[in-house]
């Protein structure tokens, strides 16, 4: 898993940004739109 302990940074359904570990937060990356 090439995102493996590394933080994405995108947005949540609001609209404010969001940070959080790719590993651990697969539903939020489904969620929102990511920037990383």
């Known amino acids: ?3 493996k302990g590394k933080k994405a940074k995108g ?3 609001l609209g404010k940004p969001v940070e959080f570990d790719v590993e651990n ?3 939020h ?3 929102g739109r990511i920037q990383a």
């Open 29 to 31: 990356l489904k969620q």
């Open 11 to 13: 947005v949540d359904f």
């Open 1 to 3: 898993i090439p995102f």
């Open 25 to 27: 937060n697969i539903l």
